[in-house]
């Protein structure tokens, strides 16, 4: 999707946790396919970059097109790859506004793989490819969500505008931005429902299973903390009872002891 087919690697660093890339994919994941990818540059010093090295069409099929595919093999009819437009309820547009979203998804719909240097920035056909590199974007990473501020590192590769983050507000019914935490973030409105993520990514599923152990083993650790208190409480109890018998035991024998001494002498 990038223009010229690369990317600022030391920028992907700061992505990875958005795409569910590990901590050494520079050192580790890329050498291992140099027929797809190239490092060059030094990482961390602000100019190294990933090369795409060979082109696999296979692999430059958007997630809406990959969409339209299978319907069309499930209902055996043709269909047209475009968004999927769904406003929130309560939200309704005016006249003029709903004619032009209609006229606008007329448009044919513009791969975010495809070379676009010949579009005009301002035309209506480059918006709607802006539209799909940010739904692939967005639909690439593992929560269908990206902080504004990341997107924006990546305005000169992928030809946003300055004001791209506009895009995310004139199609509201295709993107949600979300201001939780303080944070801008733009998330993909039909990958949610309510507030709810409907498919979740296998390293999301991973990342919920490992957050669940991790609350297993905290409360089991608790379980025993406080069966520890009370086991050290029961003997403490057992203790201070075992004390006063004894120190009332002893005060007996004391008493006892005086009576005797003092009784009087009989005579012989």
Known sequence: ?????????????????????????????????????RLTGCPGEGKSFLELVEWNSEFAKSFIEQRAEEESQLTGIRVRPNFNYKLPPGFFLRKEMR????????????????????????????????????????????????????????????????AFSSVFTRHSGIFYISLKGGIKTAMLRE????????????????????????EEGWQERADQLKTQKEVLKNDMEMMATRN???DGQGSSEESDGRELDEQPETEA
């Open 1 to 37: 999707m990038a223009k010229d087919k690369v990317l600022s690697a030391d920028k992907l660093v700061h992505v990875k946790r958005e795409f569910g890339l590990p901590n050494d994919f520079l050192v580790n994941l890329v050498p291992k396919y140099p027929n797809y990818f």
């Open 99 to 162: 004619e032009w979203v209609r006229d606008w998804l007329e448009l044919d719909y513009i791969s975010p793989y495809e070379d676009v240097s010949h579009l005009d920035q301002s035309s209506p056909e480059m918006e709607k490819r802006t539209v799909g590199v940010f739904h692939e974007l967005l639909s690439l990473s593992l929560f269908k969500r990206v902080p504004v501020p990341i997107l924006g590192k990546f305005t000169e590769e992928y030809r946003f505008s300055n």
């Open 191 to 214: 990958a949610y429902k309510d507030s709810e993520l409907i498919d979740k990514d296998p390293l999301h599923e991973i990342k919920d299973k490992f957050v669940e152990l991790l």
């Open 244 to 246: 006063w018998d004894l």
